[in-house]
């Protein structure tokens, strides 16, 4: 029995269900940006207000700001809160595949429990070490989707375990500043503002907070995340 192709087309449905939950949430926030959008017309609230005679320029004015913060909330906060659990949760799903993945090949070659009961941490890590000593496979092989998820983990981690930050002297900032240099949605926040990372006010700053600012990063992921284990089960190490 071809365990590969088993593993493989239980992980393609994963990944659909994926897909269509993304686009399901991308689809909605995009709604509500666009209503928000279609609700508010200040003209239209100063014309309202002309009838009054105590500060309609002053409540117009208030309407404006009301919206304005509405606006980012709908426009930037929510949908970040979104695609960073939804990254968390695919990288998740790539680190217990990985694993499924590396018990299987050991169970299957050796019986009995494998090295997998160690693994505390740093799943992606320990994945590659077995696959490397135990499965034979070369992870240059497994490039480029290899490398651009273990990036991706590395920005889970700050969304998991900074609250989203990340600093200029942190061991991972080279690896994570070059991958959302290359990337228009992705990108760091200072003061509440998104920042071109290339400007030379950004070489001043030293904390950032990592903001997903499209839904495109997170298709990208998912491409990656399809294509690894496509590569890696066309293997036939099961």
């Known amino acids: 029995m071809n365990y590969s192709k088993i593993f493989l087309s239980r992980i393609d449905v994963a ?7 993304h686009n399901l949430i991308e689809g909605f926030l995009l709604q ?11 003209n239209a609230n100063i014309e309202l207000l002309e009838g009054e005679e105590e500060y309609p320029i002053r409540h117009a004015n208030h309407l404006e700001d009301s919206y304005v913060e509405m606006n980012s909330m709908i426009s930037v906060n929510y949908p970040h809160n979104f695609r960073s659990f939804f990254f968390i949760q695919l990288i998740s799903f790539v680190e217990y595949e990985l694993r499924r993945i590396c018990e299987f090949h050991y169970y299957s070659n050796s019986g009995g429990v494998g090295p997998m009961e160690d693994w505390r941490s740093d799943y992606l890590g320990n994945a590659k070490n077995y696959l490397k000593e135990s499965a034979n ?10 490398g651009f998820i273990k990036t991706a983990k590395e920005i889970r981690n700050k969304f998991v375990h900074h609250h989203c930050k990340i600093m200029r002297s942190d061991v991972q900032w080279k690896n994570i500043e070059m991958f959302i240099r290359n990337k228009h949605s992705i990108n760091f926040r200072e003061s509440g503002m998104i920042i071109e990372i290339s400007r030379k006010r950004s070489n ?6 990592i903001i997903l600012s499209g839904k495109e990063v997170n298709e990208e992921l998912l491409r990656n995340v399809q294509s690894l284990f496509k590569k890696l089960l066309k293997m036939e190490i099961l």
Request: aromatic share 14%.
């Open 137 to 146: 496979i070369k992870i240059d092989d497994l490039n480029p989707e290899w």
């Open 204 to 209: 001043e700053i030293e904390e950032f907070t």
């Open 15 to 21: 990944l659909i269900e994926f897909m269509n939950y």
């Open 32 to 42: 509500e940006e666009i209503k928000l959008g279609q609700s508010y017309d200040v």
